[in-house]
């Protein structure tokens, strides 16, 4: 089984890497942690960097998962090649781009790449962001699914996640307490479906909502609360129409034995229990 | 110096009191209680009723405050009328229509009609809602007023009230417990600005919040949440131009300390930490006189 510890990082191709970094930084709230040629690095807390717009397709698009230790890299690789997924060994100099010691590259059933990362860097320096957006980090990621059992399947038996809760067919997955880290949602193509970032606390989400209203950017959910997980949230659009996330208040699922996992329904009542109505096409029928 | 036990109830008038009766049964959600031709009230906790809509011209308005004993009026009819203000005892068919013993009436400086009354008359059956707005009560209101100093001082020298803390001029009236149950802001004319209900949390006020969006009624602040109170504040428009609130959460008094008032920004700087959007006039002109 491979084991996931972490969501380590994002990296998104944009062709307009200064627009995104714009968002990424004025708007978003996060940090230049780097700047190279074609690539910038983002940080939102004590981690190296947790986001990277890289110049190239908005349709490349990368979630890395970190792993304990270096043999459980070979040991992953094995167990996905013999399941059929190709698996790439990263070179040493990919490795230094993402900021980790050594990486494999794989794509998921529905065709995510989905890289693992052993000893991604730290930061000497805490994280503060180019606003005060109250963000307290990176937490998790939606992630497309062109077949949501078979790759529920994928990730709870391939890999250590475990069903936290169900919108419709859409799982939310946990690897560690934190109620999810991964989100499934069934739609038609492959990606990454929205990239979470967690803040101190309701107010931030609402102060957001005012200030993200005020410049434009376009709000497709919320702000509201997700009866799965208890957090308040609010969703809007960035750069190339990824999905982003302020969330606050997540449920932290300690028993592992006596926790089970609930079905909502998918509709905006299994989304919201304030009443908001998500404008996202993998949140509607 | 009286001293001021709890806030009542509002009296409103109304130019369409079928209209204002289906806003406080179907938008707040409240419980109706009496229902006359002139007259419709409504329950939001244990008091019998905190909102009564009257008919006719919507300027007459009351605010209804509680006193503990009769002596307490004597008392206030003196002081009112020391700083010259109208002030009378209520007739026992005024005292009998608004389920009260005794009442004194008055003026403020700005001609808002606040009532002292003595036992009010509570409810032995509990609040069933009309809708589950969550409303856990009648929390305050929002008055304008022309004369914000001299109000103020009529406040807290005649009737007992403490200043919690001000935004811009306007300050914020402590009666008991809660930060405030009464709020002045200066404004060109007189009347109630807000009526204010409280919801048991945050949810409650986010819920209504969409309620309200979906039901097309205008939202004119918030959500937010205030500086000086950290009370969440839902601020919309009901009929005859008064505003109500949904408001949650707050500071209430720590026993007996008291707490030196803070001065916060006129405008909406002062009176949302969110940045909300505010429609309000007299909010974009708390600082001015």
């Known amino acids: ?285 | 110096m009286i001293a001021i036990e709890q806030l009542r109830y509002v009296v409103l008038g109304t130019a369409n009191l079928a209209a204002a009766a289906q806003f406080a049964q179907g938008t707040l959600g409240l419980e109706p209680i009496d229902r006359t031709p002139e007259r419709a009230t409504f329950r939001s906790d244990d008091r019998d009723y905190t909102l009564a809509f009257v008919a006719g011209e919507p300027a007459t308005q009351a605010i209804g405050f509680e006193v503990r004993e009769t002596k307490a009026l004597d008392i206030a009819f003196d002081a009112l009328r020391a700083r010259g203000l109208r002030a009378a005892r209520g007739t026992a068919d005024e005292c009998a229509l608004r389920k009260v013993r005794d009442m004194l009436w008055f003026h403020d400086h700005s001609g808002n009609r606040i009532e002292l009354v003595v036992r009010p008359m509570n409810s032995g059956w509990r609040y069933f809602p009309s809708r589950d707005a969550g409303i856990k009560g009648l929390d305050g209101v929002m008055l304008r007023s022309t004369a914000i100093k001299k109000d103020e001082n009529l406040w807290t020298e005649v009737l007992g009230a403490q200043v919690s803390d001000w935004a811009g001029d306007a300050p914020y009236l402590k009666i008991d417990s809660a930060h405030h149950r009464l709020a002045l802001f200066p404004s060109k004319k007189a009347g109630i600005l807000a009526v204010e209900y409280a919801v048991e949390s945050v949810n409650l006020m986010m819920r209504n919040y969409y309620v309200l969006q979906n039901t097309q009624v205008s939202i004119m602040h918030g959500p937010g949440r205030r500086p000086a109170s950290e009370q969440l504040f839902l601020t919309f428009a009901g009929p005859d131009g008064v505003l109500y609130s949904f408001v949650a959460e707050g500071q209430t008094a720590d026993g007996d300390v008291v707490r030196r008032p803070r001065q916060f920004p006129a405008g909406p700087q002062g009176l949302c930490s969110w940045g909300s959007d505010n429609k309000i006039d007299e909010f974009n002109r708390a600082g001015t006189r």
């Open chain 1, 1 to 285: 089984m491979i084991r996931l510890q972490d969501v380590s990082y994002v990296r998104l191709g944009t062709r307009d890497l200064e627009g995104a970094t714009h968002f990424a930084t004025d708007y978003l709230g996060l940090e230049v942690a780097q700047r190279l040629k074609n690539a910038i690095y983002f940080k939102s807390d004590e981690r190296g960097h947790t986001l990277c717009y890289f110049e190239g397709s908005p349709d490349d698009q990368v979630a890395a998962f970190e792993v304990a230790n270096g043999e459980d890299l070979s040991a992953a690789a094995a167990e996905l090649e013999r399941l059929g997924h190709e698996v790439h060994a990263g070179t040493a100099e990919e490795a230094q781009l993402r900021q980790v010691r050594d990486f494999i590259a794989f794509k998921d059933p529905t065709g995510n790449k989905i890289e693992l990362v052993w000893r991604p860097e730290h930061s000497g320096r805490r994280y503060h962001g180019e606003r005060d957006a109250g963000i307290t980090g990176f937490s998790h990621i939606g992630l497309c699914t062109t077949d949501p059992v078979r790759d529920e399947a994928f990730w709870t038996q391939v890999c250590n996640a475990r069903v936290s809760d169900r919108i419709g067919d859409a799982a939310l997955l946990r690897i560690d307490e934190v109620h999810h880290t991964i989100a499934l949602f069934p739609t038609n193509r492959a990606g990454i479906q929205h990239i979470n970032h967690q803040v101190e606390s309701g107010d931030d989400v609402m102060r957001s909502f005012n200030f993200l209203t005020e410049r434009q950017v376009p709000m497709v959910f919320g702000p509201g609360r997700h009866p799965t997980s208890s957090a308040r949230f609010l969703y809007f659009e960035g750069p190339d129409g990824m999905v982003f996330e302020y969330s606050s208040g997540v449920r932290s699922i300690a028993d592992e034995l006596l926790y089970r996992e609930r079905q909502f329904p998918f509709d905006p009542k299994g989304f919201c229990e304030w009443g908001a109505k998500p404008e996202i096409k993998e949140f509607r029928n």
